[in-house]
């Protein structure tokens, strides 16, 4: 049963996390990024007072991929992404659900990062994860955990944001919705990753016995097809069956090119390694690119958006396009994916297949992986695309003893390797079951202390608002 809260406080934090090798994706090469965390004291009407929790990397270059920013400006609107929304949940005193909060200031929030030249991708940035600690304070003070509260519709998510569904719609999947006992990752592929041999894509060290790959593409059809024809070679050689994603990162021009790649898969007896096991390619052109190009005949094979899901409408326009599924993240919203999830569940039963994906931005071990996690194996997602513990070494620079509380809270989802803590894979598969704690995925907390206040964004100026 939903629940009324008001927010008494929101704090911004932030760490630098380290890569152990570089990560490109499209024309951008990642060395290091910040973690965003967030904390949020809420009110419970008649119940008093509790804090919440999550976080989230700032992937520079992925909201925003205008070639004139650089990799810090587009970190800046991200950090400003927060502040605003941080302002705006604060405005207002009365009492409300968890979803009609969001829903009431999703608008504002885009409007004012509109006027500061920020994308509606990175707007919803900072929305997205004051509502995960909302969230998270929300279920801790009913000593329920997110399955179970998600399935009782805790925070009341409607239809107000989607007037395709109805109410019930919502309401019903979460419902239906169980939480499903494991997660199989699904292992990237940079594009500056090995291919062959000792650390390559088919090593089980470096591949962590992973059956679900998602490759990088760069945009050139040649090139990208004469990498898979490597990589192909490679994953052949496993011992157990395996399946593949493509990801572009909206490096295809235009469908001319993407139309000579989509050719190749389907003629070209090399890649069969790939095309004989390829679920589907995800946002392959730039974002308004992506909308104003139906794929006509490109549909007949499986295509999600990613980059191009930035507000509630996003998917029912890209299923007339003639996309089939789109990603989850955290990143995104946690309701912008339960409706997403909905929507898909209803038009399936239409006897069409429309699905939703989950792809991982670096998500870090503890808060970041854990609530991206369940939010996945909330509603549905059998393999997810897992790069944070690939890309950083366990928990990375997180104080020991705050990497330890997690070990010990999560001892399902983590494992001691000789002096770090890292990600605990079995067989391939993430488990969930210690996620099914009281509150959001998690049954600790980040040691606030360890942790440096968000670095002040500054607002745009007129002549970086004009670019």
């Known amino acids: 049963m939903p629940m009324r809260l008001a927010v008494r406080d929101i704090a911004l934090f932030e760490r630098p996390v380290r890569f152990i090798r570089p990560f490109r994706f499209g024309a951008v090469v990642v060395n290091a990024a910040s973690q965003a965390f967030v904390r949020a004291e809420i009110e419970i009407e008649g119940k008093g007072s509790l804090l919440g929790a999550s976080a989230e990397m700032m992937v520079p270059k ?9 990799p810090e400006q587009t970190v800046g609107e991200l950090r400003r ?8 949940y604060l405005a207002g005193s009365g009492f409300e659900t ?13 409007e004012a990062c509109t006027k500061e030249n920020i994308p509606p991708l990175a707007a919803a940035y900072g929305p997205a994860e004051i509502d995960k600690a909302i969230l998270d304070a929300l279920l ?3 000593g329920t955990n997110f399955f179970d ?3 009782g519709n805790v925070a009341g998510i409607d239809a107000r944001l989607a007037p395709d569904l109805a109410d019930g719609d919502i309401t019903q999947f979460l419902a239906r919705s169980r939480r499903l006992d494991r997660v199989a990752i699904r292992h990237t592929v940079g594009l500056d990753d090995r291919v062959e041999g000792a650390g390559g894509v088919a090593d089980k060290d470096e591949n962590a016995g992973a059956r679900y790959f998602k490759l990088k593409l760069n945009g050139d059809p040649d090139a990208d097809a004469a990498r898979l024809i490597r990589i192909g070679s490679e994953l052949a050689k496993l011992s157990h069956d395996y399946r593949v994603t493509l990801d572009a990162n909206e490096q295809y021009a235009d469908l001319k090119a993407l139309n000579t790649l989509v050719d190749r898969l ?12 390829l679920l589907y390619i995800e946002q392959p052109m730039p974002r308004d690119i992506t909308s104003a190009s139906p794929l006509g005949a490109l549909a007949g094979h499986d295509f999600i958006i990613d980059e191009a899901d930035d507000c509630y409408d996003a998917f029912p326009a890209a299923r007339a396009l003639g996309y089939r599924g789109i990603s989850s993240k955290s990143c995104k919203g946690i309701y912008k994916s339960v409706v997403n999830a909905t929507r898909a569940a209803k038009w399936s039963a239409e006897n069409e297949k429309f699905f939703v994906t989950a792809e991982d931005l670096t998500c870090q071990a503890g808060l970041g992986v854990q609530q991206d996690l369940a939010l996945g194996a909330l509603i549905g997602v059998t393999h997810a695309e897992r790069n944070g513990h690939h890309y950083v070494d366990g928990f990375g620079d997180t104080p020991a003893g705050e990497a330890e509380s997690f ?14 803590i890292r990600l605990a894979i079995h067989d391939g598969d993430l488990l969930t079951g210690s996620l099914a704690s009281p509150g959001f995925a998690t049954a600790v907390h980040p040691d606030w202390s360890a942790l440096s206040p968000l670095q002040q964004p500054k607002a745009k100026t007129l002549q970086e608002q004009s670019l």
């Open 62 to 70: 992925w909201f925003d991929k205008r070639p004139e920013l650089s």
């Open 81 to 88: 992404s927060l502040e605003i929304a941080r302002e705006l």
């Open 98 to 110: 968890a979803f009609g909060l969001h829903a009431s200031r999703i608008a504002a929030q885009v």
């Open 140 to 142: 801790r003070s009913t």
């Open 149 to 151: 509260g998600m399935a």
């Open 266 to 277: 389907d003629r070209d007896n090399r890649l069969s390694p790939i095309a004989a096991k």
């Open 407 to 420: 070990l010990i809270a999560h001892p399902d989802l983590y494992t001691r390797n000789g002096n770090s």
